[in-house]
């Protein structure tokens, strides 16, 4: 389990103040983003789908420049995408995609070497797959592919890691293994930023980050998450609960699906 | 002995064609056009480049005949050419209410038929009807020279940007972060298969040219399942389909780059045919 007795970090990995961003000249499609994240945290991002988390993920990438506020990223960032975007019948296997994490540390005329490889299959072996490094990714069960594309964000030496709605579409077992995976990773000293719809699971990390354009709320979950913050995130689109949670425990957006 | 001489006879049917230098000229272009072709063309597959690269090919058209009437190197025909079509697409876009396919078929239509009407206006010199249909037995040595340096730069250039390839055509949205720029991964894309296509014109012509970037590329999709032996294959089996057209040509009297282009597409509908039957194995495990 991940030990809050071992993090040390004063300085914040990611610090933003006042953040806003907008794609070309439209509407900002965030405003307001107030947050700092320190090593050794594991926040969740949570809001609606086009509430703007994918957004703040690629300002925090440095894709898309901030139109307003402060932002100060101290460690190199990297992003495990959602594994519906990448094309499954494409012919890699999952040291192919690990060894794309190699691409910006080397000069544009090198390929990928033996210690590049070995760099891979470690990361590769480092979330469980070294067995599978052989294997075409598209073969790969949900819960295996989004596990290589977090040894790709090994690879290539990122300390903010930055993870899009991972549990969509993975089931029960895989799952918990990438839960223990992101408490791993955050207890190594990395800061692990989660989109999720997963409240319950948000609750049982570090901090939260409630997003539905503009910030809703920031802080550590449990004075965070209050009945009326959820609300204000998801537009009123929550359900209670039946029994067994406690008091401010019982919402859930209406769209959120059991896994 | 029979058997000696039934090998005997094949031997020399086989060996035929190679005492003739005309056709060794052949031979060694057709050799690098399988080579361009199919490893650039593995690029085009996973990239779905087909329809980019047919309106590349036709939209240089009237640069390369235009380029032969005058007497310049056909590359810079090429080249001057492309600009145009580039230009004149970018322009047709941004007439309300056509959009970006729209603009352009019409542009290559209009470039494409703008060639036709030069090549093969009856003041042309014959030669110039050839750039249609490719002549690969006419070429010079200097053609062979030229074919020589650019498939090289091709290869080159191909083996330098694998990796920022293989990240963009995997997933587009996320290579940016890895560190390989989209836009700028698929201009030297497309600026290589046009070096590609000036490669490949003088041998299998303008009409025909698609068929070796795109048929045994097509047909390795269906054998391997990593992108490098899927070149390797693509690249064998199309210097094999080059080779073997031009025995057919050689021997049924046929047009050498239309009989090129047959083999390939009967290879690919025989790679095609063979994967069907045999039992799915990779869509049962998925």
């Given at each position: ?25 439209g509407a900002l499609a ?230 | ?229 899927m070149m390797a294959a ?39 045919a063979g994967t069907s ?10």
């Amino acid at each position: 389990m991940h030990d809050p007795g071992n993090r040390v970090s004063p300085e914040p990995l990611a610090e933003a103040r006042g953040l806003a961003a907008r794609y070309g000249g439209g509407a900002l499609a965030i405003d307001g983003v107030t947050f700092a994240a320190q090593a050794g945290r594991r926040m969740a991002l949570l809001g609606p789908n086009g509430g703007g988390k994918t957004t703040l993920f690629r300002v925090l990438l440095g894709e898309l420049p901030p139109a307003a506020g402060e932002l100060r990223v101290a460690a190199r960032a990297a992003t495990v995408p959602q594994t519906e975007r990448s094309r499954l019948d494409y012919p890699v296997t999952a040291l192919d995609v690990a060894l794309m994490g190699t691409i910006a540390g080397l000069p544009w005329w090198r390929r990928p070497g033996r210690a590049e490889r070995r760099l891979a299959l470690d990361a590769l072996a480092a979330v469980g797959l070294r067995e599978q490094s052989g294997r075409s990714f598209g073969e790969l069960s949900g819960g295996q592919r989004q596990r290589v594309l977090v040894a790709r964000a090994l690879v290539q030496d990122a300390g903010l890691l930055l993870l899009d709605e991972p549990f969509s579409g993975v089931d029960r077992p895989s799952a918990d293994l990438l839960t223990g995976l992101i408490d791993r990773l955050a207890a190594e000293g990395r800061c692990v930023i989660v989109a999720t719809h997963d409240v319950e699971q948000a609750r049982s990390w570090d901090l939260v980050l409630c997003l539905n354009h503009r910030q809703v709320a920031f802080g550590p979950p449990e004075p965070t998450l209050t009945r009326e913050v959820l609300e204000a995130t998801y537009g009123g689109a929550i359900v209670d609960l039946p029994a067994g949670a406690g008091p401010g425990r019982a919402v859930l957006p209406a769209h959120h699906h059991a896994h | 002995m029979p058997t000696d001489a039934v090998i005997a006879t094949i031997w020399g049917a086989l060996a035929a064609p190679w005492q003739d230098g005309t056709l060794l000229r052949a031979f060694a272009e057709v050799a690098l056009i399988g080579a361009v072709g199919g490893v650039l063309g593995c690029w085009i597959v996973l990239y779905g480049l087909s329809y980019g690269a047919e309106s590349l090919a036709h939209a240089l058209f009237p640069g390369l005949v235009a380029a032969a009437l005058l007497g310049i190197p056909i590359v810079i025909g090429g080249t001057a050419g492309l600009i145009v079509a580039a230009l004149a697409v970018a322009a047709a876009g941004r007439v309300p209410k056509i959009g970006g396919d729209t603009a352009i078929a019409v542009v290559v239509t209009t470039m494409f038929g703008l060639g036709v009407l030069l090549a093969l206006s009856p003041a042309s010199p014959p030669g110039v009807g050839g750039l249609l249909f490719g002549d690969v037995l006419g070429l010079s040595d200097g053609d062979l020279l030229l074919s020589l340096v650019l498939a090289v730069a091709v290869l080159v250039a191909l083996r330098l940007l694998h990796g920022r390839l293989l990240a963009v055509g995997f997933d587009r949205g996320s290579a940016r972060s890895l560190g390989a720029a989209p836009a700028l991964v698929d201009a030297a894309l497309l600026v290589l298969v046009a070096v590609a296509i000036l490669v490949a014109v003088q041998g299998l012509g303008n009409l025909l040219v698609v068929a070796v970037l795109i048929a045994p590329a097509a047909t390795a999709r269906l054998l391997a399942r990593r992108v490098v032996p899927m070149m390797a294959a693509a690249a064998a089996l199309a210097v094999a389909a080059g080779v073997a057209g031009l025995y057919l040509s050689y021997y049924a009297s046929t047009a050498g780059g239309a009989s090129i282009a047959a083999v390939m597409v009967a290879m690919y509908l025989a790679a095609l045919a063979g994967t069907s039957l045999r039992p799915r194995i990779i869509s049962a495990r998925a």
